[in-house]
């Protein structure tokens, strides 16, 4: 019997079938919440369309398996770096499989495409779904770089170009040759129905001045300006991105699409912005000759054939 009347407290039972059906509620909530590391959101980014993209400020498109590549983690860890700098950027991860979570953004500005937006940019830039790429938009939805990664300083510079050489000489009006029509109140833009019927657009595709594809056809060119001069040949590069500025054209005339037309040609004959091709049309908007790598000098006038004679004098 024990003194003053005390009971010995009672031990708790966790085998009893109340309290255990009391816990298992406690127990998988626990399990369910996920510990993240520190400064990761628990929420979501959110889920975007392409074409919203437009007008909506510049995004970077980043293609890989999944989040745990190293390139991924690498231009990731880069580009969260930099938040701050980077201001209205819109990081767009396009993964394969979501097994891997994505690494905390520190301040950056991400968003996510659904399924269908995903497979169609994959499609559109040529990244299959084991291919770490990098694709750069502009804020009119255009692509200006395409690449394996990119630096904060090029993404500024792209993001926000500083003039050309080729710009700055067509603005002080020092270029009659190379005429780009710069958007604006007071542009004229040029486009192929301008030329027809007073010349043969030979349009090359390519994503810059300094694609080697591009250089070596624009060599071919400018090496045989008499032969394209006398069947009405007019050079047109359609590029994604505007800089650097062309080569001399030694004569070879040269025309240049603004940007709605740029783009219009793309679309109008399938040549994605990750692609080389030179399409030759006739005076009537016919196609003489396609092609997705560099063509000779016959190659063009076969499909033209020889030049007009001029009729003889009495």
């Not at 930099?82 to 953004?105: C, H």
């Not at 497979?119 to 291919?131: E, G, I, K, Q, V």
């Not at 399938?270 to 030759?280: E, T």
């Amino acid at each position: 019997m024990l003194r003053d009347g005390l009971r010995p407290p009672r031990p708790l039972l966790f085998c009893h079938n109340n309290h255990v059906t009391r816990l298992l509620p406690i127990l998988a909530l626990l399990l369910a919440t996920p510990i993240l590391p520190a400064g990761q959101s628990s929420s979501a980014p959110p889920t975007i369309s392409l074409d919203s993209l437009p007008g909506n400020g510049p995004a970077l498109l980043l293609f890989d398996a999944n989040a745990g590549g190293s390139h991924f983690r690498s231009q990731w860890s880069a580009l969260t770096h930099d938040a701050a700098e980077l201001g209205e950027l819109t990081v767009i991860p396009i993964l394969s499989e979501s097994s891997v979570p994505l690494p905390p953004s520190h301040g950056l500005k991400v968003a996510t495409l659904n399924d269908v937006d995903a497979a169609n940019a994959r499609s559109l830039f040529h990244c299959s779904s084991t291919s770490f790429c990098v694709v750069l938009l502009g804020k009119d939805g255009r692509p200006i770089q395409i690449g394996d990664s990119v630096t904060t300083s090029s993404l500024m510079k792209a993001i926000n170009p500083p003039p050309t050489q080729l710009e700055r000489a067509i603005t002080e009006g020092q270029n009659s040759v190379y005429r780009t029509l710069i958007a604006g109140p007071s542009a004229n833009p040029f486009t192929l129905a301008d030329l027809l019927d007073a010349g043969r657009p030979l349009l090359i595709f390519a994503q810059s001045a300094a694609d080697p594809a591009f250089q070596a056809q624009w060599t071919t060119l400018t090496q045989h300006v008499p032969d394209l001069v006398g069947r009405s040949v007019v050079a047109i590069p359609v590029f994604v991105i505007r800089s650097p500025a062309l080569p001399p054209a030694h004569g070879l005339p040269v025309k240049t699409l603004d940007d709605v037309n740029n783009t219009k040609a793309r679309n109008d004959f399938s040549c994605g912005p990750a692609s080389f091709c030179v399409i030759l049309l006739d005076m009537a908007d016919k196609t003489l000759l396609s092609s997705n790598s560099p063509v000779s000098i016959g190659q063009i006038i076969a499909a033209i054939g020889p030049m007009q004679q001029t009729p003889a004098g009495p």
